[in-house]
């Protein structure tokens, strides 16, 4: 659906023009049919990789192919549904309004563009509001139309900036089950979140962008393999008895909630497991602290700080 080969992006910035590479050679591509995460830090531009996909800004370098055209071939936009980060609509129309207006634009008319309407406005539930001008919406309430006025072509290709801004939990879950609901339907989905638990929840492939460049691409399972786990340990018993038993590991212990818990390196679990059998402490949990999207994100970030 989408391959992007060796993308640069210069920007010329200030009085004097300096130029400053914002995308450095970004290469990935997204397979049809799947939910494609594009994850980084604020900066590291993702939103500039989504505009040069979309043809709104001009690539310095690189290739890109999008549904076997160039990204130049105006055709194919038609095709495309799009959620900017911050979505901006005139402040005076009404949601109904907003989305007869896209509607047309992508020539859909009368009936069938009513009705696409109403199962729109009932999806992202924005029904009640949808004679309401948007310069009353909240910000939640903006993104709930903006995901509306990207579907409502029907779009083979749905590209997602940030589609969990400004939305309370209920909001979250539901637009997550809108995009599965797409899927379902053989639809492809690029997004990119700072919801790290939401891209893990959704996406079958992921590619971490640093300072412009793609450093890891894979299914998360994949990704989550090559993290190294911290690992908690709650127990119940006498804090003396514990450190008796792991005095010769590498171990921290601290109190917490009425519990002794432990931390240690995966590399010695299984010693851990076997010292606290010795001792007179009741094991209440065990969990890993970093095997999580979110873990390799911190990773990644302080190698390249």
């Known amino acids: 659906m989408l391959e992007v080969n060796n993308l640069i992006k210069n920007f010329k910035t200030g009085f004097l023009g300096k130029e400053v590479t914002v995308l450095r050679g970004v290469s990935f591509c997204v397979e049809s049919g799947e939910i494609f995460g594009f994850v980084g830090p604020n900066g590291a531009g993702k939103t500039t990789t989504f505009k040069c996909i979309l043809g709104f800004a001009l690539k310095s370098g ?50 069938a563009l009513e009705d696409k309407m109403d199962v729109l406005l009932s999806k992202v539930n924005m029904s009640h509001a949808r004679k309401v ?20 072509n029907d779009p083979e290709f749905i590209i997602l900036d940030e589609p969990m801004s400004g939305l309370d939990p209920i909001g979250r879950r539901e637009i997550k089950d ?25 996406c079958d492939r992921v590619a971490l962008l640093m300072s412009g460049r793609v450093v890891r691409t894979g299914t998360i399972g994949e990704l989550l393999n090559e993290i190294h786990t911290d690992y908690e340990l709650f127990l119940e018993g006498s804090g003396d008895d514990i450190q008796e038993h792991v005095r010769d590991l590498s171990v921290e212990l601290e109190e917490r909630a009425g519990y002794l818990v432990l931390k240690f390196d995966e590399d010695i679990k299984a010693r851990v497991l076997e010292a606290i059998m010795k001792s007179s402490a009741e094991i209440v949990s065990l969990h890993p602290m970093r095997k999580s999207l979110e873990g390799l994100f911190v990773e990644e970030a302080s190698k390249n700080e």
């Not at 130049?72 to 980060?85: A, T």
């Not at 001008?133 to 995901?147: D, P, V």
């Not at 809108?178 to 959704?202: F, Q």
């Open 133 to 152: 001008q948007l310069r009353k919406y909240s910000k939640g309430m903006l993104q709930r139309i903006g995901i509306a006025q990207a579907l409502i």
């Open 178 to 202: 809108l995009i599965l609901e797409e899927k379902a339907k053989g639809k492809t989905i690029l997004l990119s979140s700072h919801m790290l638990s939401d891209v893990e929840a959704l």
């Open 62 to 111: 690189g290739t890109i192919n999008l549904m076997g055209e160039t990204n130049g071939k105006v055709g194919i936009k038609s095709r495309i549904g799009y959620l900017p980060e911050n979505p901006y609509f005139y402040d005076y129309l009404t949601g109904e309004e907003l989305l007869r207006y896209m509607g047309e634009l992508h020539g859909i008319k009368g009936k």
